[in-house]
């Protein structure tokens, strides 16, 4: 069974940076696209990034595109979202996404959801 956790979130003032991580467990990491949704209070929760399985083609959300860098790191089974120049409207719990088929390259998530982490930007 894939296991997801996510690390990374906190309270940061608009203009700083967070990087969040996702450790995943339980299958074979490689073999598994992996995207960042985030829902922020009273809205759905929304597609922010996605990485392919060797990291070569990532995709993002307009939101995201020019502020936000996902990578993974196959070898400690993790992926990243980096995410600068961060606005009051980012704040919202981040979740990571591990999808084995590819779907969430369009934005739609797979089967498996890490417990989210909290990010709150002030401004």
């Known amino acids: 069974q894939v296991q997801l956790v996510e690390s990374g979130g906190g309270l940061v003032q608009a203009g700083g940076s967070l990087r969040l991580s996702c450790k995943f467990s339980g299958r074979i990491f490689s073999r598994y696209f992996m995207g960042w949704f985030r829902q922020a209070p009273g809205k759905e929760r929304a597609f922010v990034a996605a990485?392919?399985?060797?990291?070569?083609?990532?995709y993002y959300a307009d939101s995201a595109k020019g502020r936000f860098t996902i990578s993974r790191d196959n070898a400690e089974n993790t992926v990243y979202l980096q995410m600068n120049s961060l606005k009051p409207e980012d704040t919202a719990i981040y979740y990571c996404?591990?999808?084995?088929?590819?779907?969430?390259?369009?934005?739609?998530?797979?089967?498996?959801w890490g417990q989210g982490t909290q990010v709150t930007v002030s401004s």
């Open positions: 990485i392919n399985r060797s990291g070569s083609s990532t």
């Open positions: 996404n591990a999808d084995p088929m590819g779907t969430v390259v369009a934005g739609k998530a797979g089967d498996y």
